[in-house]
């Protein structure tokens, strides 16, 4: 018999001034499978974060939220590469710029084949001068699946930067073999 399973993750990391942290999350979930990710992460004055989450084989169904909260001179960058197969993906991740100078880049990369939907909510919101940018592409493989890609930039300081991309379609084959 198939088995199945429900995966609830569910946390808050802090980097402290000056701390670096390169974090790497790699999952390959079964076609059954439920799974809920839910990740804060603090950054303190000058830290910086690099966040890649790969889901090499999808779960029935996967719901994530990412959420940086980035003070003075800090960074975060969020890559985010979904394959998914008769699967429901919802994703959701936030930047906040609360310090001057703080930047983040998220970049999401998702294929959808099979009966299956993703729809990815990301969202950038500077209350201090800073950059950000928001990169999502995605690559339809059937027409039995679809994607949605939401970007979001809320400016609340006439110093801050905010950009974005989103697109729907072909990959070239460069961004492919990378």
Known sequence: PA????HIASGTIVLKRNASVD???VHSWGNRDEVSSHYEFILERNARLKYVYSLTSSPR???MRTRMKCFQDSSAEVKILISSNSSNIQLHDEIELLGKGAS???SIRAVARNKSSVRALSSITA???????LDCRGLLL???SSIELVPKLLDKNKKAILTHEASIGRISEEELNY
């Open 3 to 6: 088995l199945c399973s429900k």
């Open 127 to 133: 209350l201090e001068s800073g950059k950000g940018h």
């Open 23 to 25: 974090y790497l999350h």
């Open 142 to 144: 059937d027409d039995s």
């Open 61 to 63: 169904q996967l719901e």
């Open 104 to 106: 983040g880049m998220v």
